[in-house]
């Protein structure tokens, strides 16, 4: 193997690792504020990525014909639509059940991701079919040696990595982040301090929400094509990478999300059968994966309260 | 228990009654064609219950199915075979039942795992079409009797089933529900990437046949030409009453005991000494093996199986039949499946909703009626006991 073409399967990698960790990063963040798993999450993703596609044409039809300008009213209104979204979910469906079985919540948020899937197959116009996604970032390429680094993809990984610091900033650096992590911490303590306890769930779901849609966004600038579909793919794959990092952790997460894309990536060169397969791989590393490490690489102390 | 014998029994009638108008009202709702005859009859059926409930009637219905439950299943298998009757001849119709059969026997299996284990498994539809599939490759590639494809359907599903077993007992609720999700997604890209097995476009599945009897061919009986799924229906019912009988028998047997301690409360019953590992085993592998033998025979009947087939939303409308059903109860399983196979079968218009507007009523009952339209009622641990 070449080092150029090595160069382009580690570019593939953090591609696809940046997006499981933005999508792995919301189910850690909904677990530690309330510890439930909100299965829909991924469908919010898809959701947030034909929002964005509708706000395109949308603006497209009205005349506006700058690439940046359409990109980031694309990326506004579709995290922005997604952060409402969230909140909605948060306020609707998944506060409300906090003293029903766990069960409940799940199977709530799963129909919920059906909803959300098939009204995008049913009331997007052609929505059954893959829609291409328009390529928005500049396509050139800078030579360095045997391999081309494409500038979309490069502007991608910043754009993700700034992402990440500016959610690990506002965690750890400002007075909601704190109440954020006094809320995971311990709820009854956090309340007692005055932290609004509604107020810190909702605005976590939305910027679970916002980061979502915004991974949605960047995996239609990759792929150039979504469809109803990618969601639940990349949801699924979203909540291993955060067990993987221990749910709850976000550097965990992020580091699961990497994971899982090395994996993937390793998978689909090392194995001798085609790229076709490389979904099924990857279910089947997650299914593994919860055979052996059922809580994630830093092992859970488990001790239960009966 | 002392004056409560025979004679204390509830009476027959309610639930006899009961069953007549059910199997009236389902044969007139399989007849009519037009729509607009067909949402009258839909919103009269739920006017109809929710009237008899307002005014009680549907009280001594369910003493009457609590206490003379052994002769109401006979009367129901008897209004099932008046349905077929009815239909004889009539493809579309004959094809609507015996598709509500096999599902029905599907989520007596999701039953077995999902109601009283407490196993979560979202991949029921992967196991069905695993059953499926079965039957495709056999019939076509080798000379087994079809009535053993349709075991070794189940068994292969059972099988395909123990690979998950690892996970599945050393997870719990949200991390389970990921596995079988991740299991339903990864089956569903295999069976379409692969090109063994079709790929997208799926395989044929030659028609049952047993000792030389063919079942896709019409039955002549003097002038009167009877439909062939006659046969199908047949044998789906036989292997109904089957699933059904051995469900309610576990249901109250000492095993049933266990899973329901093991679903309440997994830690107390380990403390009790139940081997959790065991019944977990059992439950998710029996519920597998029935969802194989329906997915088999319904290979055999629909003549054709594809990737698009078996898809997470299916095995996400095989667990709202569950939810719906009343979770653990086997008689509300089978309303569950009425309504949800015929339903959108009947009306055209929302056909292509279904997933839609089953993943909505979910979360209605789960938000307002969490214990599913009929309630699963309290164990009896002897007989004319009531709670």
Redesign the interface.
């Given at each position: 193997m070449t080092a150029g073409l090595l160069a382009q399967y580690v570019m593939n990698g953090l591609m696809l690792g940046m997006m499981y960790a933005l999508v792995a990063v919301g189910f850690t963040l909904f677990f530690g504020v309330l510890d439930v798993i909100k299965f829909s999450h991924g469908d919010v993703l898809t959701v947030g990525a034909f929002t964005a596609l509708a706000s395109f044409l949308g603006l497209k039809a009205v005349g506006l014909a700058s690439n940046p300008l359409l990109l980031l009213a694309m990326i506004v209104v579709a995290t922005m639509a997604m952060a409402a979204l969230g909140m909605l979910i948060a306020r609707a469906l998944v506060l409300p059940l906090r003293t029903a079985p766990a069960l409940n919540t799940l199977l709530i948020t799963l129909m919920l991701g059906t909803v959300l899937r098939e009204s995008v197959r049913l009331f997007y116009p052609a929505g059954a079919n893959p829609k291409p996604f328009p390529a928005l970032l500049p396509t050139g390429a800078i030579p360095l040696g045997q391999f081309n680094l494409r500038l979309d993809n490069a502007i991608m990984l910043t754009a993700g990595v700034l992402v990440i610091v500016a959610l690990q900033l506002l965690l750890n650096r400002t007075k909601l982040g704190l109440a954020i992590r006094a809320v995971a911490q311990d709820e009854e303590t956090a309340r007692t301090m005055g932290v609004n306890f509604t107020a810190v769930v909702l605005i976590t779901f939305a910027i679970g929400s916002a980061l979502a849609a915004f991974a949605g966004i960047m995996n239609g600038l990759y792929y150039n094509e979504i469809n109803f579909g990618i969601g639940l793919l990349l949801g699924v794959i979203g909540f291993a990478a955060a067990i993987i990092g221990g749910l709850g952790s976000i550097y965990g997460a992020i580091l699961g999300g990497f994971l899982f894309a090395a994996l993937q990536t390793i998978g689909a060169v090392a194995l001798p059968f085609a790229s076709a397969y490389k979904d099924v791989f990857a279910f089947a590393v997650v299914i593994i994966f919860m055979a052996w490490r059922p809580t994630g690489l830093i092992q859970e102390k488990i001790s239960e309260r009966v | 228990m002392e004056g409560r014998g025979k004679g204390s029994q509830a009476s027959l009638l309610p639930g006899v009654g009961a069953l007549a108008l059910a199997a009236a009202y389902l044969i007139a709702l399989l007849a009519v064609e037009k729509q607009p005859l067909i949402i009258g009859l839909l919103v009269g059926g739920i006017a109809g219950v929710v009237v008899a409930n307002w005014f009680g009637w549907l009280v001594p219905v369910a003493r009457s199915f609590a206490d003379r439950e052994d002769t109401l299943a006979a009367v129901a298998i008897v209004c099932a075979l008046a349905v077929a009757a009815w239909f004889h001849d009539n493809h579309f119709v004959l094809l609507l039942v015996v598709t509500v059969l096999l599902y029905t026997v599907a989520t007596l299996g999701l039953n077995i795992q999902f109601g009283y284990a407490g196993v979560?498994n979202?991949a029921g539809a992967s196991f069905f079409g695993i059953g499926a599939y079965t039957s495709a490759v056999l019939n076509a590639h080798t000379a087994v009797p079809h009535l053993l494809v349709l075991l070794i359907g189940g068994l292969l599903a059972a099988a395909i089933g123990s690979l998950?077993l690892?996970?599945v007992l050393?997870?719990r609720?949200?991390?389970a529900?990921?596995?079988t999700?991740?299991?339903a997604?990864?089956l569903k890209?295999?069976l379409e990437?692969n090109d063994v097995l079709g790929g997208p476009q799926g395989l044929q599945v030659k028609g049952m046949r047993v000792l030389g009897w063919s079942f896709n061919d019409n039955i002549e009986v003097g002038s009167i030409e009877l439909s062939f799924y006659l046969s199908y229906f047949a044998v789906s019912l036989l292997i109904l009453i089957g699933a059904f009988v051995l469900v309610r028998r576990l249901e109250r047997s000492w095993i049933g005991l266990n899973l329901d301690a093991l679903r309440l409360?997994e830690?107390?019953a380990s403390c009790f000494g139940l081997n959790i590992a065991r019944w977990k085993i059992t439950a998710f592998t029996l519920g597998n093996f029935l969802i194989g033998v329906a997915g088999a025979l319904f290979g055999m009947v629909g003549g054709f199986v594809a990737p698009n087939n078996y898809t997470?939303?299916d095995s996400?409308i095989l667990?709202?039949i569950v939810?719906l059903g009343g979770i653990g109860n086997a008689w509300g399983l089978v309303v569950a499946t009425i309504i949800v196979v015929v339903v959108p079968e009947k009306l055209q218009t929302i056909q292509?909703?279904r997933?839609?507007l089953y993943?909505?009523l979910?979360?209605a009952v789960?938000?307002f009626r969490?214990e599913g339209l009929l309630p699963r009622p309290v164990r009896r641990y002897f007989p004319g006991f009531r709670p």
């Open positions: - | 979560l979202f998950l690892l996970p050393r997870t609720g949200h991390y529900a990921l596995v999700i991740a299991f997604l990864l890209t295999f990437v409360d830690i107390a997470f939303a996400l667990v709202s939810i292509e909703y997933f839609l993943a909505l979910v979360i789960l938000l969490p």
